[in-house]
């Protein structure tokens, strides 16, 4: 069965460090990953995605992820963390007709 | 252009009745996913459609069901409702509902059940 793992449900980082967000998932055939970042009181935005080619892929805000299939991990990083980045993020994969989220992973950042 | 949008904004009912929750997909947009989000978890897939025909479902029991309307517009109704349907309602469109293309999602219908 298709999932998407998060395995870090709280991160706390401090203002101006790099972050890198775990996520692995399982599927048989290539899928099409994403990453959505979800504050409170708003709507799902997109970070990035991948779905073919450079398996490393630019996002909004200075965002980052990188494909890696041996592994089967969609991890997504920013060099340096803004207080604005503090949020839910959720990886997710659409195998072309369903769309799995992981669990998501909640963000502090301490000044 | 306006984003998706999602009505009611929030939602109490009672154990056994009936809602029925709606979603206006952006301009251009053919195809509408519908997912449920209780607190604290990840969105669970329930429904995408796609030209008024249903293209996907997720595990959800039949009490949930949904359609499109030819202007692409979409309704989700659950029947008989529990406890556990208590939770935050997204609907997402996207241009023909293919795997590789960005879902933009509403901000959500927030239902309570009592």
């Known amino acids: 069965a298709q999932s998407v793992t998060q395995p870090d449900i709280h991160i706390t980082v401090s203002e101006g460090a790099s972050l890198e967000l775990r996520c692995n998932y399982s599927?048989?055939?290539?899928?099409?990953l994403f990453w959505y970042v979800q504050s409170p009181g708003q709507g799902l935005q997109l970070l990035l995605k991948y779905f073919s080619g450079d398996t490393l892929v630019q996002g909004i805000k200075g965002f980052e992820a990188e494909f890696k299939r041996s592994q089967s991990s969609f991890n997504l990083r920013k060099p340096s963390v803004h207080w604005s980045d503090a949020a839910e993020y959720f990886c997710a994969v659409n195998t072309g007709n369903q769309f799995y989220f992981g669990t998501g992973t909640s963000l502090t950042v301490i000044p | 252009d306006a984003g998706v949008t999602q009505s009611p904004t929030h939602l109490i009912k009672t154990r056994g009745q009936h809602v029925t929750l709606r979603c206006s997909p952006i301009?251009?947009?053919?195809?509408v996913s519908w997912y449920q989000q209780v607190l604290g978890q990840g969105p669970q897939f329930i429904f995408q459609y796609y030209e008024k025909e249903e293209r996907g479902r997720g595990n959800f029991p039949d009490r949930f069901s949904a359609r499109q309307f030819p202007n692409y517009s979409s309704e989700l109704n659950v029947n008989a409702l529990l406890l556990g349907d208590s939770a935050l309602y997204l609907c997402?469109?996207?241009?023909?509902?293919?795997?590789?293309?960005?879902?933009?999602f509403g901000p959500g219908t927030r239902l309570l059940v009592l």
């Open positions: 997402a469109s996207s241009l023909a509902g293919q795997g590789w293309e960005t879902q933009y």
């Open positions: 599927y048989g055939a290539t899928p099409y």
């Open positions: 301009s251009g947009h053919k195809s």
